[in-house]
Antibody, heavy 122, light 110 residues
Framework: EVQLVESGGGLVQPGGSLRLSCATS????????MHWVRQGTGKGLEWVAA???????YYSGSVKGRFTISRENAESSLYLQMNSLRAEDTAVYYC????????????????WGRGTLVTVSS | QSALTQPASVSGSPGQSITISCTGT?????????VAWYQHHPGRAPKLIIY???KRPSGASNRFSGSKSGNTASLTISGLQAEDEADYYC??????????FGGGTKLTVL
C-alpha cells in the first residue's frame, strides 16, 4: 500500500521559517516526480512546487524565492523548506505523487497524503 | 497565473446527470490535453477521478467522464448518488511550467 505521511506543520510567526517533511512507503520513490499542493482554510487547492527525478524544480509564482522543494531518495522522503512566511501561506500542505505518463509535463496527482497544517500568525 | 474558472456550486437529484465546467486560456486548458479532475470530501485527501482530459484511473467510477472544447474542460457525473456530494477541482498544466487549479465546485445532491 502506498502511503505518504506529512509532518512538520505548526504555528509560526510572520517572517519565520518551517520545514515540512513527507515520508513515503510502498513506492519506488526515486522514480517518481513529486509535488506539494496546499489548501487554505475555506479556499481551493493551490499547486505549490514540484521536483523531478533528476532534482529539477518548479515553483508557483506565489512561493518562488521563498520556498525550496527537495528530496532525499535514500530516505524516500520529500521536503519543503518555507522561509519568509506570510499569513497567506496558512494552509494544509499535501504531499502528492505525480501519475505515470510518457510526457514529462503531464502533471496529475494520483496519491495524496493526509496533509499537515501550517498556521502563520503572530 | 489566475485560477481556472469553475461554477461555485451545482446541484442535482439522485439518478440525474450534472456537468461542471472549467474555463481557462490557450496557455493552459486550451493548449494542452493535461486536464485533471479531483473529488474532495472535506477532511479527507483529494481523489483523482479524471486525467488527460478523458482518462479514468483505476478505481474511479465509470459514472465520471471528462471532455474538452477549446479553452473549456468539463466533468460529467451521471447517475448521481449521495456519495458524490463533495467539492470538485479541475487542474491544468500551463505554458509557464506550472500547474493551475480551478476555484472548486461544491456539488450538492438534493
Amino acid at each position: 500500500e502506498v502511503q505518504l505521511v506529512e509532518s512538520g506543520g505548526g504555528l509560526v510567526q510572520p517572517g519565520g521559517s518551517l520545514r515540512l517533511s513527507c515520508a513515503t512507503s510502498g513506492i519506488s520513490f526515486s522514480t517518481y516526480d513529486m509535488h506539494w499542493v496546499r489548501q487554505g482554510t475555506g479556499k481551493g487547492l493551490e499547486w505549490v512546487a514540484a521536483i523531478g527525478t533528476v532534482h529539477d524544480t518548479y515553483y508557483s509564482g506565489s512561493v518562488k524565492g521563498r520556498f525550496t522543494i527537495s528530496r532525499e531518495n535514500a530516505e524516500s522522503s520529500l521536503y519543503l523548506q518555507m522561509n519568509s512566511l506570510r499569513a497567506e501561506d496558512t494552509a494544509v500542505y499535501y504531499c502528492v505523487t505525480e501519475g505515470r505518463s510518457s510526457n514529462w509535463n503531464d502533471w496529475f496527482f494520483d496519491v495524496w497524503g493526509r496533509g499537515t497544517l501550517v498556521t502563520v500568525s503572530s | 497565473q489566475s485560477a481556472l474558472t469553475q461554477p461555485a456550486s451545482v446541484s442535482g437529484s439522485p439518478g440525474q446527470s450534472i456537468t461542471i465546467s472549467c474555463t481557462g486560456t490557450s496557455s493552459d486548458v486550451g493548449g494542452y490535453n493535461y486536464v485533471a479532475w479531483y473529488q474532495h470530501h472535506p477532511g479527507r485527501a483529494p481523489k483523482l477521478i479524471i486525467y488527460d482530459v478523458t482518462k479514468r484511473p483505476s478505481g474511479a467510477s465509470n459514472r465520471f467522464s471528462g471532455s474538452k472544447s477549446g479553452n473549456t474542460a468539463s466533468l460529467t457525473i451521471s447517475g448521481l448518488q449521495a456519495e458524490d456530494e463533495a467539492d470538485y477541482y479541475c487542474s491544468s498544466y500551463t505554458s509557464s511550467v506550472t500547474l493551475v487549479f480551478g476555484g472548486g465546485t461544491k456539488l450538492t445532491v438534493l
